[in-house]
Structures are given as structure tokens and as C-alpha cells.
């Protein structure tokens, strides 16, 4: 996202899945098919005893994302500031108001969103009229997903034809020597987000107008990324690829999320692969198989900063939501996925104390900016889909 804000990217390189006589076994194609894991069981996760009402604790968040972020007809990059927010920020906070269904609210962001649209190429470039500033294409497929669910949602043909318009730009975004999308328009990096992130918004407006090359671009996206960029040490994703070949080895939390969230619609809607099997191995590495000691975690808990892990959380929501577990081993996986995510949250919502959630006024410290207040009330959204309290 923004050269400034980040330093990221991953991916995969999977093919296929199988659980056999209740030994959770994964077959990996990279040259040749050596299991990369076998586990026979899943650790329970244990929580708290719940406190509150999880919509109830996200309506509030919401409230205050607007109260304090939202004024004069625009968003301000944070509660003390009037600048104007890049459109990274501008994207989480679009979907943040998005999952809260206000039709008034969300006709606002969507035409504040506009003031980004690079009339000449078709993209969203980081600042307001300024394709100068670059156009990134995991921030674009960020705002195609804030068109798509306003479009659902507040039943727009408007909006969706805005997003499709939108995805029409980002498949133009394929690197044409090494594949993948390229993750800055004109650049030379593919980065494992840019193309996740894709593939997910094809697969999401896939689910609203049937289009067959949503579909299969939203398959291509996440095949090139398991083929390029998995790291067959723990199964989780490379920050990306040069076009000269050299792979950036950094990894963040967000590219699982984003897979899980696409695996999980590709099981509903394709049977090529077997995506299921593909979306519970990922689930069940990276909560350490209920261990909670994956990479991305930290004296108990997901350590990657919120703008990242948000989009964890909504791919572990969409894993329980999503799909069905079959077989005792998934059972017990389904089970801790859940008490994880509600752990996670419960967590987040005794650091933050009332100041954060409840008082009128800007939040405090790291929530102050509109990005991380934006990311925080989607965390807090991702929980209502699975648990009614935390």
C-alpha cells in the first residue's frame, strides 16, 4: 500500500490435500510431492468469559470511526488532523462503514472515493487526483471490494458497475514476464498481496454477477501465488518477486487472511482444486495447530500491527462462516479457529479500555490515525460473524 506505510508481501506454492486415517497430511508440488506437514491433532483454544455483546461492541467503534474521522463531507488521515488520508486508509474505512449497512453513510465514502479515480487509466492512485503519487494495485482491489459490498448491500447497480469497471484495470495489472500482479502500476515488483488481494476481489464480485473470467482470474491469482512465492518451511507467503528474479522473504499475517478469505469462496463455486483441503492446512499452520506459536504470534497473541492482522481476522471469520468442517481433526480445527479469533478480539477490547471505545474524543495513541482506527473496526466486525459475545 503507499511506499511510506509499507514493507510487506508473501505467498504460496500449493497443489493439493488429503486427510488420511485421521493423520492431517499435506502433499506440496514444488518439484516433487514430500509432505510438508503431518498432524494427527488439534489443541484446544480456551477464552475468557465473555463481557459483551460483539455487535453491540462494534456498532460503537463504528460510531466512532465516523464521529471522529468524518467531517465535512470527507476523512481525515487522523482524529487531530484535517490532511487529506491516502486511499489506502480511505478503502479500510470504506469497508468498515460498508459492513455497518448504513445506506446514507456509505453513499458518502463511495462518492468520496471518487475524488481518487485516475480518469485516464482506470485505477485509483494514492492521493486525491494525483495518479503522480502511483497507482498501487492491492489498494485498488482494497476499494473494489468497498464498490462490490456497497453495491450488495445498498442493492447499486452503480456501484457495481464501478467495480467491475475497476476490475478490469487491475487484470490489466498482470506482469507480463514473471506473472502475478505487479503490485505499483509501471513497476517491476509482484508483489504476494497485490495478487492475493486481486484474486479475492474477482471472487467477490465473481459471487454477484456470475462473470466466468472473475472466476477463473480469482483461480489464476491465487495458483501463481502458491506456485511463486509459498515458503515450503512453515506453508505461509513471501512478501514477492522481482522481475529480476529475486524474492523478497518478508512475511505479515494479512496474505493468510486474504488466501483464507479466497479459498474458502473457491470451494463454494469451483471444483478444480480442492480448495477446502488447501484453506484448512493454512488455517491450521497459522495457529500453530492450536499451539498458537506460528511466526505471527507474540507472547500468546497475533503481534503484526492492526492494518495488517485485521484482514487475518476476516479470513479466519470467513473459514468458520464459510466452510464446513468435515471429520474429527476439523472438527477439533473449526472449534479452535473460533475460540482463537474470539480470543484475539477479546484481547484487542481489554487493551483498548473505554477511551478507545466508548468515550466521545479521539482514541489514543497508535488508534489516533485513520487507517489503524479504520483496520479496528473491522477486527471488531470480523468476530459479529461467528460469536455473539467476547
Known amino acids: 500500500m503507499i511506499q511510506n506505510l509499507i514493507c510487506l508481501f508473501t505467498a504460496l506454492s500449493f497443489c493439493s490435500a488429503a486427510a488420511i486415517s485421521g493423520v492431517h497430511s499435506i502433499a506440496w508440488q514444488n518439484n516433487n510431492d514430500a509432505p510438508m506437514s503431518s498432524q494427527s491433532t488439534i489443541k484446544s483454544v480456551e477464552t475468557k468469559a465473555p463481557v459483551a455483546d460483539s455487535k453491540d461492541v462494534f456498532h460503537k467503534v463504528s460510531d466512532k470511526l465516523w464521529g471522529e474521522f468524518w467531517s465535512n463531507s ?39 472515493l471518487k475524488l481518487y479515480r ?58 507480463p514476464t514473471k506473472g502475478g500482479i505487479t503490485w505499483q502500476v509501471n513497476g517491476s515488483y509482484i508483489a504476494s498481496i497485490s495478487t492475493l488481494e486481486a484474486g479475492l476481489a474477482a471472487i467477490k464480485l ?50 493468510v487472511g486474504v488466501a483464507l478469505s479466497t479459498l474458502v469462496r473457491l470451494e463454494k463455486h469451483d471444483s478444480s482444486k480442492d480448495w477446502h483441503s488447501m484453506a484448512v492446512d493454512l488455517a491450521a499452520r497459522t495457529i500453530g495447530y492450536g499451539n498458537l506459536n506460528s511466526e505471527f504470534y507474540s507472547e500468546g497473541y497475533i503481534s503484526n500491527q492492526i492494518e495488517y492482522s485485521h484482514l487475518l481476522f476476516l479470513g479466519l471469520a470467513d473459514f468458520v462462516k464459510r466452510s464446513m468442517p468435515k471429520g474429527n481433526f476439523e472438527d477439533s480445527l473449526f472449534d479452535a479457529v473460533k475460540n482463537e479469533l474470539v480470543r484475539e478480539i477479546r484481547h484487542l477490547y481489554d487493551q483498548l479500555g473505554s477511551s478507545t471505545i466508548d468515550v466521545e474524543g479521539c482514541p489514543k495513541g497508535e488508534y489516533d490515525s485513520l487507517l489503524s482506527y479504520a483496520s479496528l473496526v473491522q477486527s471488531f466486525y470480523s468476530v459479529t460473524e461467528i460469536a455473539a459475545r467476547i
Open 206 to 255: 465473481y459471487e454477484m454477477d456470475e462473470n466466468h473470467d472473475y472466476l477463473e482470474f480469482s483461480k489464476y491469482c491465487i495458483n501463481w501465488t502458491y506456485q511463486n512465492l509459498h515458503d515450503t518451511g512453515n506453508g505461509f507467503f513471501y512478501d514477492g518477486l522481482s522481475t529480476n528474479g529475486e524474492i523478497n522473504k518478508g512475511e505479515l499475517s494479512y496474505t
Open 74 to 112: 470527507s476523512w481525515k488521515d487522523s482524529c487531530k488532523s484535517g490532511s487529506s488520508p491516502v486511499v489506502w486508509q480511505v478503502a479500510v474505512a470504506g469497508e468498515a462503514i460498508d459492513f455497518g449497512g448504513d445506506e446514507d453513510k456509505i453513499s458518502q465514502v463511495v462518492d468520496f
Open 118 to 175: 485516475d480518469d485516464a487509466s482506470g485505477g485509483y492512485s494514492a492521493g486525491q487526483g494525483s495518479p503522480e503519487s502511483g497507482i498501487y494495485t492491492d489498494d485498488d482491489a482494497q476499494v473494489q471490494w468497498v464498490l462490490t459490498l456497497a453495491g450488495k448491500v445498498l442493492d447499486n447497480d452503480e456501484y457495481l458497475d464501478d467495480a467491475s469497471d475497476l476490475m478490469q484495470f487491475i487484470m490489466k495489472q498482470k506482469n
